[in-house]
């Protein structure tokens, strides 16, 4: 690989969420900030909502890492698509609770009951938190309201996070678990970066990855890679990556506008917005043969700014 080439010690754009490489945007350590301190208020349900690539995960181990380890007691379930039982059993299992091999879901609730009551005499808290959360079933997650029922007059003795998609909110918002939804006391939302940040998350990765040379990506090469990313880190990630391996391959110690260019070429996830340009250009491409060109310029000039002429929005 590409290391040695350009003096690095560590793959800087992998997409496996190494808390390392944790990148304080906005938006994620505001998150990051609201969650500590709705933990240490005692709050029983918070919820984390992304778009896909915005960084959940990382975030979440983050979170997990950030506690001090003798004032809590975590718990990380990765694929909460589970069963009301299973996902007792997911619970037990993390927070290290043994237990029957034929045990019911009372007895196995009156386990984790007193497990909870046990940590909480230590002066401990406990945190589940559950990636993937708009995946959850419906009846899963009445179930996880029900275990947020075991509490002490003070306090709950277990405060669940939830990291999801947007289809999360839509889940929440089914009329079932409506009295879930009211116990979510903490809302918060991750965002893209913005131009400014992608510069910086991209000269960040680097620096944790042991780069000490000259600037490796120009901004015009930043620009494009936001551009066709639109500040979702994990693109992000990936554009960088191959970019540096074309240039790599080049022998180039630059990845150059051109290098991100053969990138975005080969990365399917981002073709949508390039390919809706190509698609107007061409439309009006074939609009100068019946028009006067002046007569274009306006529309022209949308597109190339960006602005699809057709819907208002952006390219």
Do not use: W
Request: with cysteine; net charge positive.
């Amino acid at each position: 690989m590409y290391k040695t080439h350009f003096g690095l010690q560590e793959l800087p754009f992998t997409i496996t969420p190494d808390t390392s490489f944790f990148f304080a945007h906005s938006s994620h350590q505001e998150a990051l900030n609201t969650l500590l301190v709705a933990v240490r208020s005692g709050e029983g349900f918070m919820k984390v909502v992304g778009e896909v690539g915005t960084g959940k995960t990382l975030l979440c181990r983050k979170f997990m890492s950030a506690l001090d380890h003798r004032e809590f007691v975590t718990a990380f379930i990765p694929n909460p698509y589970l069963q009301p039982m299973t996902l007792l059993f997911a619970c037990a299992d993390e927070l290290g609770i043994k237990y029957q091999q034929h045990i019911n879901q009372h007895q196995l609730l009156k386990l984790i009951n007193r497990y909870l009551i046990d940590t909480y005499g230590e002066g401990k808290r406990v945190v589940v938190c559950l990636d993937e959360a708009q995946a959850i079933p419906i009846e899963t997650l009445e179930s996880l309201r029900l275990l947020s029922n075991l509490e002490t007059e003070r306090r709950k003795l277990i405060q669940v996070v939830l990291f999801g998609q947007p289809e999360l909110n839509v889940r929440l918002d089914n009329p079932s678990i409506r009295q879930l939804k009211q116990r979510v006391s903490f809302a918060c939302q991750l965002s893209p970066l913005s131009m400014s940040e992608v510069e910086f998350y991209i000269s960040h990765r680097l620096a944790v990855a042991g780069y000490r040379g000259p600037r490796l990506f120009p901004h015009k090469a930043v620009k494009r890679i936001y551009r066709a990313s639109q500040g979702i880190p994990r693109l992000v990630n990936i554009l960088a990556h191959k970019s540096l391996m074309a240039a790599f391959g080049e022998g180039a110690h630059v990845a150059t506008e051109r290098h991100v260019r053969m990138a975005v070429a080969d990365t399917e996830s981002t073709q949508g917005a390039s390919m809706v340009k190509a698609t107007i250009l061409k439309y009006l491409t074939a609009l100068v043969s019946a028009v006067p060109v002046v007569s274009l310029l306006p529309l022209a000039a949308l597109v190339i700014s960006g602005v699809s002429p057709m819907t208002g929005g952006s390219v």
